[in-house]
Structure formats: structure tokens, C-alpha cells
């Protein structure tokens, strides 16, 4: 494993919740700030994913505890609503960009990925990201839902679980993938969500232009938010299957 060790800024800076607005205080964090802003010392593990030749790194721009408070705002970011000024969300993506800038070399990518989403800040990320880095192969849309029917469990895993929660996983895999309603991993208990997989595939009417701008190829894959991880290790293993040789995934906010 070799470690990716970058920069350290000196200003402290950060957002806290005033009413249903957010501040952002771009001089000083404080104990009561929703998220704190100063850059940290950075160090991402280069991986292998699982039985591929592909590494992969992650990138976090910020990180947030969750909360209440957290959830508001990842709403108002997702829409990005009148409780931020426009000017913050602005010096947010772009601090975010050089950051990642600085570690990586934006200008040293093949190509950049994101899944499909209404998230109109990872929108701004993306466009912001390409603008600086200057690829030519984008795909703001690169993964869609597969169907409920293509939904798998990792059964040598679940039938290693006792009883009970065997069961348990059993039901809401049923319950998960019934053709009445679209599959959302996110409604799916977290400890269990490790077992479900192929839940995202590629965009089909974009997927031969995807392979060739992914086979061999350095690629960023941009997502707004990270949780439990569990959608985007399902897009990691996509780009690996179509042979990336490297990852770097652009997380703007890491929660918890």
C-alpha cells in the first residue's frame, strides 16, 4: 500500500445553521459549525479492487458528522435552495476542485464518470472538475438502475449468516426487488447492504463510447455524497470489469 500524502492549509474556515439558512464562515471553524471546512493533511490508500488489475484511491473534499443538521443541508445542496448564497456554493466546489487538484493532477485523467442523479451540486462538481482538468471524455449519466429482476445476493456470504439474520436479508432482498416498485439500496438496511449487488449498470445507450473511454484508462468517479459506500463500490466494480487501470473517486462530502 503506498500512501498519498498532500497538502495542509492554514485557514480555518466552516458552515453552521442560523434559522433555515447556513452560514458559511470562511475565516474560523467553530464547535457549533454543521461542517468544518480547513483542509486536512490528506492520505488516501491506493487499493487493488478484488481479482482485477484496476486501483482505486478515494478523495474527500469534506467530511460531516451526521445529524439533523446534516441532513438539511445535504438537501438544500442537493437543490441547491435559497438557504445557500450562490457565492458559497461556488468557493465550496472550486475549494473542493483545486484540493483534488493538488493531490491528483486533474489534468492527468482520461476520463470522468458520475451516476445519474437530479443532485444539482454534483452536477456543478462535474462541470467544475472537467472545466479544470480539461478531459474531453465525459459522462455526467455513465450509471442508470438495473432492473429488479437483475438484482443478485452474495450467496456464499448469506448463507454463512445465522438463522435469523439469514432470513432477515432473505425478506428484504424479496421485498427489495419486487417489479411493483424501483430498487433504491438506500432503503435497504445498512448492515445487510453489502450483499446486494448489480443494482447499477452502465447507461446502455452510452455504454461502447464508455468501455473505450474506460479500458485502460485514468478515470475520476464523482459522486456528491458517501454513507455507507455500498453504490459506489457497485460503480467501482463496473469501471473495473471494463478494465480501468485507475480510479480516483471524487467524494465532496463524506458523512459520518
Not at 57 to 75: G, I
Not at 112 to 127: A, F, K, M, R, Y
Not at 132 to 159: C, P, Q, R
Not at 234 to 241: I, V, Y
Request: hydrophobic fraction near 40%; glycine fraction near 4%.
Amino acid at each position: 500500500m503506498k500512501y498519498i500524502k498532500t497538502f495542509e492549509s492554514y485557514v480555518k474556515e466552516g458552515v453552521k445553521k442560523v434559522g433555515d439558512t447556513f452560514e458559511f464562515d470562511w475565516l474560523a471553524d467553530m464547535p457549533d459549525d454543521v461542517m468544518p471546512l480547513q483542509f486536512k493533511k490528506y492520505r488516501g490508500k491506493t487499493l487493488k479492487f478484488e481479482g482485477s488489475e484496476t486501483t482505486y484511491t478515494y478523495y474527500y473534499a469534506y467530511e460531516m458528522l451526521k445529524s439533523d443538521f446534516s441532513t438539511d443541508f445535504m438537501k438544500s445542496l442537493k437543490t441547491l435552495d435559497d438557504n445557500i448564497k450562490p457565492r458559497d456554493v461556488s468557493q465550496l466546489v472550486n475549494k473542493a476542485v483545486m484540493g483534488f487538484d493538488n493531490v491528483f493532477g486533474a489534468n492527468k485523467f482520461d476520463t470522468i464518470v458520475s451516476p445519474t442523479s437530479s443532485s444539482l451540486i454534483l452536477t456543478e462538481v462535474v462541470n467544475q472538475l472537467q472545466k479544470k482538468s480539461g478531459v474531453a471524455n465525459l459522462f455526467s449519466e455513465a450509471f442508470v438502475k438495473n432492473a429488479s429482476t437483475d438484482i443478485t445476493l452474495d450467496m456464499n456470504k448469506v448463507n454463512n449468516l445465522p438463522e435469523k439474520t439469514y432470513k432477515s436479508v432473505m425478506k428484504s432482498f424479496e421485498k427489495a426487488t419486487a417489479p411493483d416498485k424501483p430498487f433504491k439500496i438506500k432503503e435497504i438496511f445498512s448492515a445487510y447492504r453489502k450483499f446486494f449487488h448489480d443494482f447499477i449498470k452502465f447507461n446502455k445507450s452510452e455504454d461502447r463510447k464508455l468501455f473505450n473511454a474506460v479500458e485502460g484508462k485514468k478515470v475520476i468517479l464523482v459522486d456528491d455524497y458517501k454513507t455507507s459506500g455500498t453504490t459506489i463500490k457497485e460503480m467501482l466494480k463496473q469501471l473495473s470489469d471494463c478494465g480501468a487501470a485507475e480510479v480516483v473517486i471524487f467524494v465532496l462530502i463524506k458523512l459520518g
